[in-house]
């Protein structure tokens, strides 16, 4: 395993930017930006190392610093984290990594944040059919040790064409299907966080394997990818 590690001095610019989050601030510590997001660039490379022992990564992600703030209420410039997502490699594989180190507020989080009209339904369709099996893989007792519980956005009520009082209704009515895991700043500095990141990254596996068989074949079980 790799020796990349988020340093005290990462977090401390980031809280720093934070703080002083202006274009003339950024440019005056522009050199200590550079070196954090060189530190922080190695570590998410050699997570996706790490991560194609046990999985295939078709690509990732390291997302700007810069914002987007023309449709936004926040003007600020900068965002003070760094963040990057996972896509596994192939139809076949289903199912997305990401790591945000933020102070205080980092995170990693695994599942199908926003998925397209067609997958949302074919999960729905099977949670409606049969929700046992799902409960049972995120029920396990070592899988909820690491990933708690089950988050994502959901409708109100019922999604358009489900009974609102189906007993399984409580997982239909979701709109993404995430697990979600925090860190403290102290466990992020930590030598051994990476190594971390990526044993929990792999317990999610049963998960996306089992949504992988549900999002590939119909209600009948039938493949969609022959």
Avoid: C
Avoid at 81 to 94: E, K, P, T, V, W
Avoid at 154 to 174: S, W
Avoid at 190 to 195: A, K
Wanted: hydrophobic letters at 35%; proline letters at 4%; charged letters at 30%.
């Amino acid at each position: 395993m790799s020796t990349s590690v988020i340093t005290k001095e990462t977090l401390g610019f980031l809280k720093a930017l934070k703080k002083n989050n202006t274009r003339e601030w950024f440019a005056a510590n522009k050199e200590q930006y550079q070196k954090a997001h060189a530190l922080a660039k190695a570590f998410y490379l050699d997570l996706k190392d790490a991560l194609n022992k046990h999985d295939e990564i078709d690509k990732h992600k390291l997302f700007r610093i810069y914002r987007d703030v023309r449709f936004s209420a926040d003007k600020t410039p900068y965002k003070p984290h760094f963040a990057g997502s996972y896509s596994r490699a192939g139809a076949a594989r289903r199912g997305g990594y990401y790591l945000r180190i933020r102070p205080g507020e980092s995170f990693i989080a695994g599942g199908f944040w926003e998925p397209n009209k067609e997958d949302l339904l074919r999960i729905r369709k099977e949670l409606e059919m049969d929700a046992t099996e799902f409960r049972k893989v995120i029920g396990n007792k070592q899988f909820k040790k690491v990933w708690g519980e089950l988050t994502g956005d959901e409708v109100k009520t019922a999604p358009k064409g489900f009974d609102r009082n189906h007993p399984d209704i409580d997982l239909i009515r979701k709109k993404g299907f995430i697990f979600v895991r925090n860190f403290t700043d102290k466990e992020v500095t930590d030598p051994g966080f990476l190594q971390t990141v990526n044993d929990f990254f792999e317990a999610i596996r049963p998960y996306f394997d089992f949504m992988s068989e549900i999002l590939t074949t119909n209600l009948n079980g039938e493949s969609l990818l022959d």
